[in-house]
């Protein structure tokens, strides 16, 4: 494939860098590579609170559809595996992301579809789909400033992000949920397993400029059986 220092030879780029750290290649992650899909539009696309991924990107979608493109041929060039993975929000009801503003299904999986290096055994790739594809985990945020519930008005110690905003723990459904510091791993996995429902507390680090994991919200019994198991 001829490059002439466009579109090509950025994607293709893109995709060997990643590569190199990686073990897959994504659509998202090409993207964000590029500088057309900043993390911070990725985080709300997945917490569920934009309608599509293409929404959050300032480009004409001609422009996206030849990267796809592009995306492709150098992965057939390079000889990666196609493996077509599951995005799920980070929300209660666990739906399914939704990549383009058209929704077509050809183009849908032409996002989900990752490119994994054939070097990886088929048991390693199968793997790699499940971790891939696991429901990501709940994120509540420990606030550092004041705030309102977009939902009810009121507040509280922790927030949920939703696409109206954040909301507190009982209007987010999560209010039945206890904290479990960090601190005793064995505890923790205990508690996680055996927890339907659970999420993973964190707190912005104004000297790390990053979210920290603070904890775990599980359920009550999970947490009285993990610690008689203890």
């Given at each position: ?12 780029r893109a995709g060997e860098e990643i ?109 790699l789909v499940e971790r891939q594809s ?97």
């Open positions: 494939m001829a490059r002439s220092g466009g579109i090509e030879e950025r994607v293709a590569l190199a750290v990686h073990h897959d290649v994504s659509v998202v992650d090409v993207l964000n590579h590029l500088g057309w899909l900043p993390a911070a539009h990725i985080d709300r696309w997945r917490q569920g609170r934009v309608d599509c991924l293409e929404a959050t990107m300032q480009l004409r979608p001609a422009k996206i559809a030849t990267a796809l493109q592009v995306l492709r041929r150098w992965a057939d060039e390079r000889g990666l595996v196609a493996a077509e993975m599951d995005y799920v929000a980070r929300t209660r009801d666990r739906r399914s992301l939704r990549f383009s503003v058209s929704g077509a299904a050809d183009v849908e999986r032409a996002y989900r579809t990752h490119w994994v290096s054939p070097e990886l055994s088929e048991a390693q790739r199968a793997q696991e429901p990501p985990e709940l994120v509540v945020i420990s606030p550092l400033k004041e705030w309102t519930c977009a939902t009810c008005g009121g507040s509280g110690d922790l927030l949920f992000m939703r696409e109206e905003g954040p909301v507190c723990m009982a209007c987010a459904a999560l209010d039945h949920l206890v904290f479990l510091p960090r601190g005793d791993a064995g505890l923790t996995r205990r508690a996680h397993k055996a927890s339907e429902l659970s999420a993973v507390v964190v707190r912005f680090s104004r000297t790390r400029k990053r979210y920290e994991r603070q904890g775990l919200l599980v359920e009550p019994d999970a947490l009285a059986a993990a610690e008689q198991r203890n």
